[in-house]
């Protein structure tokens, strides 16, 4: 399986996404030489293509998807009722890694996909080890007895990450457990800084 190993913090200045998008915290960085070769690139006309191109890399990036994985998504998205460019970033938001984020059982998506493939995680009392499984409305999630004594997991139900968890999601920290209230929608995932009909309009030529 392909892997991508570009790091993280150098990707979000490529992109201009903010560290706190995929979970990180950046350190700010005093006469950064970098800033005015940054702003410099900035600058730069970019074409229609270049601008939607660059939408694509930003939801394949924050998703953590490659791109034959990514455009299956498009191809379902198309064939689903609705704004296709809204049923592709749902789709993404459904994938149980992200839900583990969301949940606030990882500080980061590519944690959060770290734990499903070592097995930590159960959806309705069924181990998934699968990163790219989709949530159903019902689902619960839970880490397995087994792996609570896990020092992440230990440390986790002490934090306050699952505060953050959407409308759409209901997390108990306490117990590790969150349930799917209902399928997310584009206004749930409003913190995804990308423009998905850039997206669409890619695909589309």
């Known amino acids: 399986m392909a892997i991508d190993r570009v790091p993280a913090m150098k990707r979000c200045r490529a992109l201009d996404i903010a560290p706190a998008v995929i ?9 950064d030489s970098r800033g005015g070769q940054q702003q410099r ?9 270049g601008m939607q191109l660059k939408e694509k890399q930003k939801a394949k990036f924050i998703y ?3 791109e034959r994985q990514f455009h ?4 379902k998205a198309k064939k689903m009722p609705g704004v296709t460019g809204e049923n592709l970033l749902n789709l993404l938001e459904r994938r149980i890694d992200n839900v583990i984020f969301r949940l606030g059982f990882a500080n980061t998506r590519r944690q959060a996909r ?14 998934v080890n699968i990163p790219s ?14 792996s609570q004594s896990n020092t992440l997991f230990k440390a986790l139900k002490e934090t306050k990450n699952a505060l953050t968890a959407p409308a759409w999601l209901e997390s108990n920290q306490d117990q590790l457990k969150g349930t799917v209230l209902r399928l997310p929608t584009r206004e749930d995932s409003r913190d995804i ?3 998905e009909q850039s997206i669409v309009e890619l695909y589309s030529r």
Do not use: C, F, M
């Open 64 to 66: 953590g998807v490659l």
């Open 41 to 49: 690139r900035n600058t730069k006309k970019v074409s229609e293509y």
């Open 72 to 75: 299956g998504y498009y191809e």
């Open 23 to 31: 979970g990180r915290r950046a350190k700010e960085k005093k006469n």
């Open 193 to 195: 800084p990308v423009n």
């Open 133 to 146: 499984a989709l949530v159903r409305t019902g689902d619960v999630i839970t880490v397995s007895e087994k």
């Open 114 to 127: 770290q734990i499903v493939t070592h097995g930590h995680i159960l959806v309705n009392g069924k181990r």
